[in-house]
């Protein structure tokens, strides 16, 4: 019997196999505190994105002041962080998750991935809190996601700014729009939940966020995988212009509110990025910092927290982090155009963490049955 | 040949390494199947006809396929002349310059894409000849247009790639035969009804001697192009393959209640992807088979000497060929001294900076230093090389006791089940890693050098490769012989068996640090702790970080520059080894 023979009895034989396989157990309302996980040493090990906030002097920085070690584990992106929260859950292999945001953060503690910190929030400002108020999970930054869009794309008459989605998807437009995908991005997933609210909300009670994603689709929208890929090579009107390898085949796509003030910032005041701040159209992120549940250096993971939220640290996030503070009257730095060119959601769409946590698979679904 | 069986018995310590090999290869991926099945409550079968019902999947199957269809068939076409020149004529230097087209095998994916990038936008070479493959201006818009091809100039670009990439496959498998064939066959043939014109000649000549050799190279072309990842993410925006798609999908994969459409639909392509991965490596297995017999026909210097050097038309296209290879590296060392810069008058333009490698030298906290990094590939090399050259030998050994004893059917089908984990997509391994092995030993992933486990796995079937050949042109006379002498066990082996393999032990070890060191895929899902990074990680990291800060290009570009240095010299040292000891070129 040669090999492929062989691969098809295993088939045949794994196959009734799926009638036996236990269903795995759903958690149960209230969690408990795993133990430690690993022997305790001095090192805090973090579990994180490659956030560019932890520069090499703030890491050393911290060793100093509390004698903490810090060691990094790096995933992709938020939703990579979630994923392998989730499948080392009964073995965690750090003790502090940063970067889970609010569209991700709801499932992680469903899903009993954190435990609560006691970091003091008395500095963090109102509004950051209203979206979350537990103890689970400390917001460190902020900022609103929305389209942005290249201004030498808009003629003025043929193609103005857009004044509403649907305008995105007449001939104009057709194949000039990228869109980070919601199933791997999370500014993706964070447009796509702005644009359910923004549907559920405007005058047209006949069709849902899902009709706009195919007809955008059909309309030539591209997808991608992550948001770098997006704005970096397709986008025409970011810096992705002098990197190898750019197509600036898309004149509208999703990123932050502020990249524009982030283009200034980094191109001497100039720059002919905008973004469109169409009601309900834009998302509040606000990324979390929190205990992992299994835990083993939890004092020095506490104490990575507070010196996140410590002013040094948190005020200076629009120049390390590229995102806002959370404490309170933060405000993006005036030099070289940043503030000015960052544009103020006129109103962010208002979609529950709970609620997200609870559809979003079913969305997800949704838009990919959309968009194929 | 005549020796008996008990002479010939595979030893129990074979065995036993056979046994861990397939293990090793198999039990992660069963874990990972069990727990899709667990997670979705579907059979394999309802997996794979749900990929197959969804567009997603299919689409990215069908590009899979054409995309590595027309690699390989400009893998050939560029491929067959090359080799053609190089095994039949003269050539000083022909060591180096099989290193040099060996090195774009073992580049990492993502730095080749980086040079690639260079060599295909604005401002690159392609361009300023007219060949807009990026943008898709030109004459490839006129294409497009014309034959309603929404994107042939990312697929061209793509192909061009992977054409660079697997040549080495080709020059290879197919100019050692035709640096060995026996010259008189030609002549002779000539003389013969039977090969009076240029296609009676190739039927009755070339085919039956190159032809094993070819289909070996085209199966393996067709693999690494179907399974081609980070090329097609950079160089074809907005496709997928059947591996990519599973990359991007496989973080969600697995986990109970959490995006269960993600884990049918990987539970589907990954079995899929297998099943033709299976197929290709069989077909490989077998033509090898073929394709050894084919060798050590004739003296190859002697054959080298009697046509003198190559005519000049041949000449250029070597010389042709190995500049256009080495064009991608040059963008990249090009691109480690290059920083984009507000000029003098107000526009942005270009500045020459050793920035990138201060940078690299110095490290970050997302990316540690160059020499820790270059320390952690040598360190993952030389650990694989340790272990996979003598589990190689053995399972090498153990195939051709077996073929001696008459069993050359086990044989292959246990040589290709260590292949297994070649055919399994990266996604799966890591996730039978993850769900499996770590709910056991969860302070596996604290255990610095667990890179190594996959290297070992990947490079195992490649070293098994150089040694069953040679094990099959070994004279048994010799170790009979030997025998007699009752020698010590060492000078025993070395007499009969060492000496005569001194040349595939180099290949082999070639392979394995170049293999090693080149590594990204696997390493990327067992390195979870930036300390541990290896030099083709450390490139990833990074060239994935946002540029607007204009050092992250020359940056990586200065570590993609140290990796293929450090992977050209290794290279080089094996190849001055073979052939300071006088070993062949086969493989």
Redesign the interface.
């Known amino acids: 019997m040669n090999i492929p023979s062989l691969a098809i009895v295993a088939l045949m034989l794994v196959t009734p196999l799926a009638g036996c396989l236990e269903p795995l157990q759903e958690e149960s309302e209230t969690c408990t505190i795993l133990a430690p996980s690993r022997t305790m040493d001095n090192t805090v090990r973090i579990l994180t994105y490659d956030i560019a906030a932890f520069s090499q002097e703030m890491l050393d920085e911290f060793t100093t002041q509390t004698g903490y070690e810090v060691e990094l584990i790096r995933s992709d992106d938020a939703g990579g962080i979630l994923e392998l929260l989730m499948q080392t859950k009964q073995a965690p292999q750090a003790d502090l998750a940063i970067g889970l945001d609010n569209t991700y953060l709801q499932t992680a503690l469903q899903f009993c991935l954190l435990q609560p910190n006691d970091v003091s929030i008395n500095e963090i400002d109102e509004t950051v809190l209203d979206v979350y108020q537990g103890t689970y999970a400390t917001p460190f930054d902020q900022g609103d996601i929305c389209l942005n869009v290249d201004e030498n794309g808009l003629d003025g008459e043929n193609r103005t700014m857009p004044e509403s989605l649907w305008e995105l998807t007449e001939p104009q437009w057709n194949g000039k729009t990228v869109f980070p995908s919601p199933l791997t991005s999370s500014p993706g997933r964070a447009f796509m939940v702005a644009t359910v609210d923004y549907f559920e909300h405007d005058d047209d009670e006949t069709s849902s966020a899902f009709d706009w994603w195919k007809a955008m689709a059909a309309n030539g929208a591209q997808f991608t995988s992550g948001w770098t890929e997006a704005y970096e090579m397709h986008y025409s009107g970011g810096y992705g212009e002098w990197t190898e390898g750019h197509l600036g085949d898309a004149l509208l796509t999703v990123s932050y509110c502020h990249s524009p003030g982030v283009e200034a910032y980094y191109s001497g005041n100039w720059t002919h990025s905008t973004s469109i701040v169409l009601e309900r159209s834009s998302f509040h992120q606000i990324e979390y910092a929190g205990l992992i549940n299994g835990a083993t250096q939890i004092e020095g993971a506490t104490a990575f927290i507070e010196y996140l939220l410590s002013d040094e640290v948190n005020r200076n996030m629009p120049v390390n982090n590229l995102m806002n503070s959370v404490l309170n009257n933060a405000t993006f730095p005036a030099q070289e155009g940043y503030e000015w060119h960052t544009d103020t959601p006129l109103k962010n769409a208002e979609i529950s963490m709970e609620r997200i946590a609870n559809e979003m698979e079913d969305w997800l679904n949704q838009w990919q049955t959309a968009t194929q | 040949m005549a020796s008996s069986s008990s002479q010939v018995n595979v030893h129990p310590i074979q065995w036993g390494v056979i046994v861990v090999v397939v293990s090793a290869g198999i039990i992660p991926l069963l874990l990972g199947?069990?727990r899709l099945?667990?997670?979705t409550?579907?059979?394999?079968?309802?997996a794979i006809l749900h990929a197959f019902d969804?567009?997603?999947a299919t689409e990215a199957l069908q590009f899979t396929l054409l995309e590595a269809a027309l690699s390989t068939l400009l893998t050939l076409l560029i491929g067959i002349p090359l080799a053609w020149s190089l095994g039949r004529y003269e050539w000083r230097g022909i060591r180096g310059m099989r290193a040099f087209l060996f090195v774009p095998f073992v580049t990492p994916p993502i730095v080749a894409a980086?040079g690639f990038?260079?060599l295909?936008?604005?401002g690159?070479l392609l361009p300023f000849m007219g060949l807009d493959l990026?943008?898709e201006t030109g004459v490839i818009q006129w294409f497009s247009e014309l034959s309603g091809w929404a994107h042939p100039g990312h697929m061209l670009a793509l192909v061009l790639a992977h054409a660079w990439f697997n040549l080495s496959l080709v020059v290879r498998f197919l100019e050692p035969t035709l640096a060995q064939m026996n010259p008189h066959w030609e002549e002779q043939l000539l003389l013969l009804p039977g090969g009076q014109s240029w296609w009676l000649r190739v039927r009755h000549l070339w085919w039956p001697v190159l032809g094993p050799s070819l289909l070996v190279a085209a199966t393996y072309t067709f693999f690494f192009s179907f399974t081609s990842f980070a090329l097609v993410?950079?160089?074809v925006?907005?496709a997928n393959t059947v591996e990519s798609l599973l990359g991007?999908?496989g973080?969600?994969a697995?986990?109970?209640?959490?995006?269960?459409?993600?884990s049918l639909l990987v539970l589907g392509l990954a079995?899929i992807q297998?099943?033709f991965m299976?197929?290709i490596l069989?077909g490989a297995s077998k033509f090898e088979n073929q394709h050894t017999k084919m060798l050590a026909l004739h003296d190859e210097q002697a054959n080298r000497k009697l046509r003198g050097n190559a005519p000049r038309i041949q000449r250029w296209y070597v010389f042709a060929i190995i500049t256009i290879t080495s064009l991608p590296f040059l963008s990249v060392l090009i691109?480690s001294f290059r920083k984009?810069a507000?000029l003098e008058d107000?526009t942005?333009g270009w500045t020459w900076t050793l920035d990138g490698w201060r940078q690299v030298y110095q490290?970050?906290?997302?990316t540690i230093t160059l020499l820790e990094a270059l320390g952690n590939s040598l360190t993952f090399a030389l650990l694989t090389l340790l272990i996979a050259l003598p589990t190689g030998y053995a399972l090498a050994s153990a195939f051709h006791r077996l073929e001696r004893q008459g069993k050359r059917k086990l044989a292959n089908?246990l040589d290709?089940?260590c292949m297994v984990p070649l055919s399994a997509s990266a996604v799966m391994i890591g996730l039978g890693i993850?769900?499996g092995l770590?709910?056991w030993f969860?302070?596996m992933?604290?255990f610095q050098y667990l890179p190594v486990l996959p290297h070992v796995m990947l490079i195992l079937p490649f070293t098994v490769r150089i040694f069953r050949p040679a094990f099959t042109r070994l004279d048994p006379m010799y170790e009979e012989q030997i025998e007699l002498l009752n020698l010590p066990l060492f000078r025993a082996w070395w007499h009969g068996k060492g000496a005569f393999l001194v040349g595939p032990f180099a290949i082999a070890t070639s392979l394995c640090l170049a293999f090693s060191l080149g590594e990204f895929g696997a390493t990327y899902l067992m390195v979870?702790?930036?300390?541990w990074d290896s030099l083709s990680i450390m490139v990833d990291?990074l060239l994935?970080?946002?540029?607007?800060?204009?050092l992250v290009?020359p940056t990586a570009m200065a570590a993609a520059t140290t990796l293929m240095v450090v992977t050209f010299t290794a290279l080089l040292v094996c190849e001055f080894v073979r052939k300071s000891t006088g070993g062949t070129d086969d493989v």
């Open positions: 199947v069990l099945m667990q997670v409550q579907a059979s394999p079968i309802d969804t567009p997603l980086a990038l260079a295909y936008s604005s690159g990026r943008t993410k950079w160089l925006p907005g991007e999908l973080g969600s697995g986990i109970a209640f959490y995006r269960t459409e993600a079995l297998g099943a299976l197929i069989t691109a984009r507000m107000g942005q490290g970050d906290a997302s089908s290709i089940m993850v769900v770590l709910q969860p302070s992933f604290q979870r702790v930036g300390s990291q994935s970080r946002p540029k607007f800060d204009p290009m």
